[in-house]
């Protein structure tokens, strides 16, 4: 029987090192911290005894201005109160999370990223998943009740972790909360702020969610951009000459954008936090509400038998497939994608029929699933840059989808129009931008 007291010794001197991920965002490739102990340090309201690592652990510099645009990990408006203490392993600049009736609320992602590990622990951090944001930076979310996100996938700011919980060496419901660089801790901040430990504050992760559609009928698609607010969302859609505004959704909802009644006008939807529920808006403003899919599952919509009628489709990460909702609810699966890709979908091909694709962004570099008679080649396309958002438009109305994306940072959409035997990209201002 091995020694509890050189077990405990031996995972101390791991976490020591400081958690280090070896993942370069997308790159698919990730090592496992070690996570050993029970978290706690003599905190009476939510953990128990011991620590989940040396209170002595590893501090760096970053700075707001240059790091990571990171918001609290919560859907935007909620307030919450985060503390710590000089004993708050495994250091002081973590942060413990509370808010009242806090046990089963989501936990979202504080910045883009992808997910390069999720764990489950009887012990230490209990259930909990760790994000790369690039740059040597990773975020934490720990004693989490239930974990939401699958390793590989991409998040972005606001997507959805997990829920939060009591796991692990946790006496109460809170969530435990890390922002680290090259595995060292640093004073962590919020909306380009350094947040003020034991403050109460209303999260600010009220980013803008890019998508595109022909939202006036003129055979062109247009970006557009859907924004949370405090208890609500709104669709801001770009058509001529003027903007349409439209109340839609709640935040943490996903938005989606299809032509649902074969009417040439793209509708606007969401697929609602947590659940399997997609509310879809008809041209009129009367709400279809369907239930289908994974809880988890990114919502799409795509015409996918070329019948004119767009029809929702979802991705799952688990095993990176798509799978497609035809009109008679009959569904075809489909296996696309790798760790660290988004999916995208599109008429790549001008058959009036939707097919599937993936984006990375650290690399900007799309690959499309083209059609070929009965099979498909792969069209491999480098267009944007690391960062951006993918999205898929028809924007000269040639009836071939193409590429775009909308860059957080200037908040501008860069579509790849094509123009004699080539492209060029039209860079479109729209939105608000992050951080």
């Known amino acids: 029987m091995s020694d509890p007291r050189r077990s405990r010794t031996a995972a101390r001197r ?14 698919g490739l990730a090592a496992t911290p070690a996570a050993t102990g029970a978290d706690g340090a003599g905190d009476t309201r939510a953990h128990g005894q011991g620590r989940m690592g040396p209170s002595s652990a590893r501090t760096v510099s970053a700075t707001p201005a240059t790091g990571p645009d990171f918001e609290m990990p919560f859907p935007c408006g909620q307030t919450w109160t985060g503390s710590s203490r000089a004993s708050h392993s495994p250091s002081s600049w973590t942060v413990d999370f509370n808010t009242p009736d806090d046990l089963g609320k989501p936990a979202l992602a ?8 999720t764990r489950s622990l009887t012990t230490s951090y209990g259930r909990y998943v760790i994000v790369d944001h690039g740059g040597g930076y990773t975020t934490l979310y720990a004693h989490l009740n239930a974990i939401a996100a699958t390793v590989g996938q ?10 939060v919980g009591t796991t692990g060496g946790s006496t109460g419901p809170h969530l435990h909360f890390e922002e680290r660089r090259d595995g060292g801790y640093f004073a962590p901040w919020f909306a380009r702020t350094r947040f003020v430990l034991g403050s109460t504050s209303a999260s600010k992760s009220c980013g803008d969610r890019p998508l595109a559609g022909d939202f006036d009928g003129n055979g062109v698609d247009e970006p557009a951009v859907w924004r949370p607010a405090a208890a609500s969302g709104r669709f801001y859609l770009r058509t001529q000459p003027t903007t349409q505004s439209l109340l839609w959704g709640k935040p943490g909802d996903t938005p989606l954008a299809g032509d649902f009644n074969g009417d040439g006008i793209t509708q606007v939807g969401t697929k609602q936090l947590g659940r399997s529920t997609w509310q879809l808006r008809g041209g009129s403003g009367a709400t279809a509400t369907v239930t289908v899919g994974g809880i988890h599952d990114e919502p799409l919509a795509g ?3 070329g019948n004119g009628l767009a029809e929702l489709g979802w991705y799952r990460w688990s095993d990176r497939s798509f799978t497609l909702r ?9 296996v696309w994608g790798l760790s660290g890709e988004q999916p995208v979908v599109g008429d790549w091909n001008g058959n009036r029929t939707t097919d599937v694709g993936a984006f990375r962004s650290s690399t900007a570099t799309w690959r499309l699933r083209v059609a070929s008679g009965t099979s498909y080649t792969t069209r491999t396309v480098t267009f944007g840059s690391p960062g951006d958002r993918p999205v898929v438009g028809d924007w000269n109305g040639d009836g071939t989808d193409d590429l775009g994306v909308w860059r957080p940072s200037t908040a501008s959409f860069h579509l790849r129009v094509p123009e004699g035997a080539g492209f060029v990209t039209q860079v479109v201002p729209y939105g608000t931008p992050r951080g």
């Open 14 to 27: 791991l976490l020591g090192l400081g958690l280090v991920t070896a993942l370069a965002l997308g790159s």
């Open 110 to 117: 504080a910045a883009p990223g992808v997910v390069v590990l």
């Open 154 to 163: 991409v998040v972005d700011q606001g997507d959805l972790i997990g829920y």
């Open 303 to 305: 015409d996918w038998d």
């Open 326 to 334: 035809a009109a008679d609810h009959a569904t075809t699966r489909v």
